[in-house]
């Protein structure tokens, strides 16, 4: 990693020094107050220091069980203070300002809403005892900080990282006192000042691109484990055998350990599998049961190291594929063809910005999505909290996972490094989302967005689908338009975009087919309007009646047209409103849906209907 901090400066800022003072935690400035976000969400007021994302964050990995976590959740209030990247770190100093972790600074919710490019974070903590008992390790983890990190306990850096979209962690052991414990966090987000994956994040945000969300932004956590320990678990399904293929990853030395892992149904042991702890296994089911958007059957999974350490996952059992049906490439769910009707999901909040205010709050667009009758999302261009995952997961939503992309505006800029440092985060991405059964598959460039050459999608696609051969992979998704033109000929679905649509592309020899973006009707509703501003770039209509109307006849094209063209899917612009973006399906605030649920639901099952029917 290129390393951005120093510990010792020869000479520290002026401003830092005035700024901090040595003292309690409750020193230095008032505590947390939440900022006027420019429109409020039905959770927003629910938000405090006492209950800052409270759940536990990790479901596919709890220890030993997600009903009852053994972790100690560092999220709300933290200090805080702009940093100029090279002065003394202040360790043991207060800092000038209070901020809500895990929400972005700029976000109302932080209780700062304003952007610095250097940053310092700090609180303090009381390790239980029972952390370090009988030989136990201390983690630190971080669900996603941006873009670079280095981490302090008690003064001694324990772990540098960079990537805006991936978590990592840290064994803290060693830096632990007999005391309370401080932890440091210094933070460079460059945000679009760099070639980094970046998504729609703009410092100068407007028109479809969107306010950063610099510094921490996923929930921060402790926990207790065993010497060795299993740090990731994966369960790729094969529907037709009814098992999975279960392969972990250890802190510490694992060689020579065995792991076990049972499956079960409903509470009931129904198949077990044991082996080397660096080798796969095979983990068959009785009665395999498949997981669809109709039944979003999980399987619940404990894995156990002789070594002591125990942890509980869920897997689902399905396939997804291409596969030629009269005479077309199709995608199959489970062997069936299935027409996969999506929105647009950006995972944007007006007052969290990057990060939903709550549990419900991130659950509720998987549900209304589910709900008007769709049975896809696409992620777009960002990666979301692994509770999102686990809501599309139990609901039983198929998801089109993309890969965040660099700014479109320096394509003909990008080194090598950089073009490797994307390439890495986004294998670490694939491997860090790959338990989730409702991602059916990859996107890795969005309309040539950070696209360095044509060849690049080719080789990016190759990428993710070495990572994953398990998944759909499509390499460019608007191979139709826009930058770096032209189709790289690679990954297993061709996507076209057109606005308002729809696009009717075909399948080729090797490749389905999708509609990858298309109608964004927009509609301003007065008083739920980011910033009072109305951009509709791709064609408003008058009232909701206009807009229900409009839905139906870009949908029923769809119905009517998609199944002789042979296409398997298509995404709609969007679920929500984002920020100047009127195009929702609800206001961005989510206090108003635009549209009328059975309309829209009928047209979309109908769709879904002919497209599936051979």
């Not at 629910?46 to 209950?51: G, I, L, M, S, Y």
């Not at 079960?264 to 498949?290: E, H, K, N, W």
């Not at 690679?490 to 996507?495: E, F, K, L, M, T």
Request: glycine share 8%; hydrophobic share 40%.
């Amino acid at each position: 990693m290129r390393s951005r901090f120093s510990a010792v400066a020869l000479v520290a800022a002026l401003s830092l020094l005035l700024a901090s003072c040595s003292g309690s935690d409750s020193g230095g400035s008032d505590a947390w107050t939440m900022r006027e976000p420019p429109l409020t969400t039905p959770w927003t007021e629910q938000v405090n220091t006492a209950n800052a994302l409270p759940e536990y964050p990790r479901p596919q990995l709890a220890r030993p069980t997600l009903d009852d976590p053994t972790w100690l959740n560092l999220n709300g209030e933290w200090q805080y203070q702009p940093w100029d990247g090279a002065s003394e770190i202040p360790f043991g100093s207060d800092l000038s300002q209070r901020i809500l972790v895990p929400f972005a600074p700029e976000s109302a919710l932080s209780g700062i809403q304003d952007y610095s490019e250097y940053a310092l974070y700090r609180t303090t903590v009381e390790v239980p005892a029972e952390y370090t008992a009988e030989g136990k390790r201390v983690r630190l983890n971080f669900g996603a900080v941006n873009h670079y990190a280095t981490v302090y306990v008690n003064g001694t850096e324990v772990t540098q990282h960079s990537g805006t979209y991936d978590s990592f962690g840290a064994d803290i052991t060693e830096a632990l006192t007999e005391s309370t414990q401080e932890i440091v966090v210094a933070v460079h987000s460059p945000i679009d000042a760099e070639n980094i994956p970046v998504g729609k994040q703009r410092l100068n945000p407007e028109g479809i691109f969107y306010t950063s969300a610099s510094g921490i932004w996923q929930t921060v956590w402790l926990e207790p484990v065993e010497p060795v320990s299993i740090a990731t678990l994966a369960a790729v399904p094969d529907a037709d055998s009814g098992s999975f293929a279960v392969t972990a990853t250890y802190n510490g030395d694992a060689a020579g350990s065995t792991v076990t892992v049972e499956a079960f149904a409903d509470g009931a042991s129904v198949g077990s599998a044991s082996g080397p702890a660096d080798s796969a296994l095979t983990l068959a089911v009785d009665d395999p049961r498949l997981w669809s958007p109709e039944d979003p059957f999980l399987y619940t999974l404990v894995a156990t190291l002789d070594s002591g350490d125990s942890v509980e996952s869920y897997a689902g059992l399905r396939e997804i594929a291409v596969e030629q049906i009269a005479g077309m490439n199709r995608i199959t769910l489970n062997g069936e063809q299935t027409y996969l009707l999506g929105t647009l999901d950006q995972g944007y909040w007006p007052d969290g910005i990057y990060t939903a205010p709550t549990d419900e709050a991130l659950k509720f667009d998987i549900e209304q999505t589910k709900e008007l009758g769709f049975n896809t999302i696409r992620k777009h261009i960002k990666v979301e909290p692994a509770r999102w995952y686990y809501w599309a997961d139990v609901l039983g939503m198929m998801v089109w996972q993309d890969i965040p992309a660099m700014t479109e505006v320096r394509n003909d800029q990008i080194s090598e490094d950089d073009q490797a440092n994307f390439r890495d985060e986004a294998v670490r991405i694939v491997h860090q989302l790959e338990a989730a059964p409702s991602i059916i598959g990859w996107v890795g460039f969005n309309e040539g967005w950070g696209q360095w050459t044509v060849e690049a999608a080719k080789v990016v696609a190759g990428d993710l689908a070495e990572a994953d051969p398990s998944r759909l992979v499509i390499a460019r998704s608007g191979s139709n338009c826009c930058l770096t033109p032209g189709d790289p000929y690679a990954g297993d679905v061709i996507s076209w975009h057109a606005y308002q649509g729809p696009a009717f592309p075909s399948p080729d020899r090797d490749r389905a087919a999708i509609d990858g973006e298309h109608g964004g009707l927009s509609l301003a509703i007065e008083g739920h309007s980011w910033d009072g501003t109305d951009m509709n770039p791709y064609g408003a209509v008058a009232d909701r009646e206009a807009l229900n109307a409009g839905y139906v006849e870009n949908t029923a094209a769809l119905r009517d047209w998609a199944p002789s063209f042979g296409m398997s899917g298509s995404i709609y612009t969007q679920i929500t409103d984002v920020e100047t973006e009127q195009n929702g399906l609800f206001t961005y605030d989510r206090q108003v849906q635009k549209v009328d649920t059975q309309i829209v639901r009928q047209i979309n099952l109908e769709t879904i209907e002919a497209g599936s029917a051979p």
